[in-house]
């Protein structure tokens, strides 16, 4: 499982923090959130969750372009060989090699999910109760779903306190199915918050997928770093 990795210069041990990327894959996009969590004082992991079918993918452009649906073709045939069971054992290799690391602080690890990620980071936090600290989810799509490991059944057996927040305007996940999932979130057994980015749609924190909103880009680092600074250090 390739895995790009950032870490600040003046070395450890520093607190882990493992993103797992949104369907269109490790890119530049990507690394520039991972430099700028590791800025924080944070050893950023950021693993190809698609290593199983390619060591390197990175979605082409997917509007008003000839190549458009092609693109997109190819980025929801990889999101299908994915599943909840095998982002969060992807996880936990992740986990398991944090000791061999010699910058890497022992103890619990923070995640960050975005778009598709949101369901994987709710099912890993659910796995790895013990190993991970706190998790954010930004624009978490698959939420919810008529499957059997749909991550809102596995809210019972998450510890750790988690975040997520939403755009007013995604198509992917529409503010009734928000609603819907607070709801359920008021009842599980950990501390979690939700929020919903007034004026913004699906993507707002990325800078190279055309729905970056500056503000609530800002915010969404705030949020999370803040989440971090309470359970990780």
Known sequence: ?????????????????????????VREGLREICRRISQSGYYVLLPNLYYRSTREFVCGPTRNHPDGEANLKRMFGLMETLSNAKVAADTGAVLDVLPTL????????????????????????AKHPDRIGCFASYYGTRLITDKPDSP?????????????????????VPLSDVAKFERLLASAPFPSK?????????????????????????KHYERMLALYRRHLG
């Open 152 to 172: 809102h059944l596995m809210l019972g057996d998450i510890t750790a306190e988690g975040y997520y927040a939403f755009a007013e305007h995604d198509t992917y």
């Open 194 to 218: 939700v929020e919903t980015e007034v004026g913004t749609h699906h993507g707002y924190a990325f800078s190279d997928r055309g729905n970056l909103n500056e503000a609530a880009r800002e």
């Open 1 to 25: 499982m390739n895995t790009y990795t950032v870490r600040p210069d003046d070395g450890g041990p520093l607190p882990v923090v493992i993103m797992l990327m949104d369907a269109p894959g």
């Open 102 to 125: 010699p910058d890497a602080k022992p103890g619990k690890v923070g995640l960050v999910g975005y778009c598709m990620s949101g369901a994987f980071v709710t099912a890993a936090a």
